[in-house]
Structure formats: structure tokens, C-alpha cells
């Protein structure tokens, strides 16, 4: 079981820019072996895949944020993270990280919540228009 912890959220105008980290509390040489990613559950909303990345490094981007949000991981600092540019009221959600033994279980998708194992609380993106 993989302990993530998210930080970074909070209030921010439309256009602006966020970066979320998430750390990871596992051994060094067991973080390359996992696909993470990272969710969103806005208000009234089902979580929604945002993005993921590969132990190659293959990403993935949820349509809405393409070319927008950038995810990245640094492996040997066990970090995730999240670049959000050009930010929209629609973005304001909680994000979470999550992550999964093994390889992505779709490469061209991020997947659903259940592919997902190990969840972090959440940081809280609010983006005021």
C-alpha cells in the first residue's frame, strides 16, 4: 500500500496556473513499478479521470484538460504532479492522486477510479472566474 498526500490547492483566477504535488511513502524501488494518476470530483460530479503516466513515463490526458494540465513524476523523489495552466471556474474541484501496481491498465485512457488502489485525501482547486 502505497501512503499519497496532495498539496498545492487553492483559490485562483481563471487563466491562472497551479502545480499540485502528491508524495508517495513507498520504497525507492518500488515507485517505478506503479502507474499513477491524478482524479478530480467536482461538486455534484462523479470523479472524473484528469491524467496519468506510465513507469516509461507514458502520459495520458483527459480530453477537457489537453493541452492545459501536464502530468509528470520526478522517480527518484517519489513525487507526482500536476502543471495546470489556463485554468477554467469548470476546473474548481478536489484533486486527488491515485495509484496502481503495474502498468496503466489503458494506455490511452486514464481509467476508472476502480483501476486505481491507493488514494491521497485530496487538495482543493478553486477557480473563480
Avoid at 480530453?63 to 527518484?76: L, P
Wanted: aromatic fraction near 10%.
Amino acid at each position: 500500500q502505497i501512503h499519497l498526500v496532495e498539496s498545492g490547492g487553492r483559490s485562483v483566477r481563471s487563466g491562472g496556473s497551479l502545480r499540485l504535488p502528491c508524495a508517495a511513502s513507498i520504497d525507492p524501488y518500488r515507485y517505478p513499478t506503479y502507474c499513477f494518476a491524478w482524479f478530480r470530483r467536482a461538486p455534484g460530479k462523479e470523479r472524473e479521470g484528469v491524467a496519468s503516466i506510465d513507469s516509461d513515463d507514458q502520459t495520458t490526458h483527459a480530453e477537457s484538460v489537453k493541452g492545459r494540465f501536464t502530468i509528470s513524476q520526478d522517480k527518484a523523489a517519489r513525487m507526482l504532479y500536476l502543471q495546470m495552466n489556463k485554468l477554467e471556474p469548470e476546473d474548481t474541484a478536489m484533486y486527488y492522486c491515485a495509484a496502481a501496481p503495474g502498468h496503466c491498465a489503458d494506455p490511452e485512457h486514464v481509467g476508472k477510479p476502480s483501476d486505481y488502489f491507493d488514494w491521497g485525501q485530496g487538495t482543493q482547486v478553486t477557480v473563480s472566474s
